[in-house]
């Protein structure tokens, strides 16, 4: 079985060796990098809305990875692991934040969204879960400036029914695939929900033996 992200990878292991897939799981990433049979949503016009932006990071925030991750609780909810951040920056002897690091796989990541392979089917089960509506964050949740949560509904409206048209094409055109929608989740969905991501992917593992 196969879990990544972006999920065009998972696709083209599957199409390349189905024989040797016994099953994949899309976290939030079966957009149309991954599948795209023309029923669903481009996830181009997906990048393309613009929500409202979280309070920039202070120094307070970079005085040390622990700041850090109090500030990505404050705005997500919940905290990225320390390990993950100290993979997006760099770590002076200092001890606080560095700027953050040229990470060698951003340029894979960037030439997948510009020049998508187009997969047209899965050929494999798969397990794939999509946050709809999608979490802007305990920033969002608890912001009382009108603005701002107008600016969040519209966002969130245009994005969930883009998204609902991709679940419903993958859906109708995928017979061995189980879609779940988890609302309210964050597109980190594996940490947002974990406990639901868990459960989902035991019971799919345990179906494919």
């Not at 899309?26 to 309070?55: C, I, R, T, W």
């Not at 920056?89 to 392979?117: C, I, Q, T, Y």
Request: aromatic share 10%; proline share 9%; net charge negative.
């Amino acid at each position: 079985m196969c879990t990544a992200s972006p999920g065009a990878e998972l696709s083209s292991v599957a199409n390349a060796h189905p024989g040797r897939v016994a099953g994949l799981v899309y976290l939030d990433a079966a957009y149309s990098y991954a599948f795209d049979n023309g029923q669903g949503s481009d996830v181009h016009e997906m990048q393309a809305l613009k929500g409202p932006q979280p309070p920039p990071l202070g120094p307070a925030d970079l005085a040390s990875f622990p700041a850090l991750q109090k500030y990505y609780e404050r705005v997500n909810g919940f905290p990225f692991p320390e390990a993950e951040l100290r993979q997006q920056f760099e770590s002076p002897p200092d001890g606080k934040v560095g700027k953050p690091r040229d990470l060698p796989g951003g340029a894979m990541l960037f030439s997948v969204f510009l020049h998508p392979n187009k997969y047209t089917h899965i050929p494999v089960p798969a397990l794939v879960i999509f946050a709809n509506s999608h979490s802007q964050g305990a920033w969002v949740d608890a912001n009382t400036d009108a603005s701002v949560r107008a600016s969040a509904n519209a966002y969130s409206a245009a994005l969930s029914a883009l998204t609902g048209k991709q679940e419903k094409a993958l859906a109708d055109a995928v017979p061995t695939a189980h879609v779940v929608t988890l609302p309210n989740a964050h597109h980190f969905l594996f940490l947002s929900n974990e406990a639901d991501v868990l459960r989902e992917i035991r019971t799919f593992a345990a179906s494919l033996n």
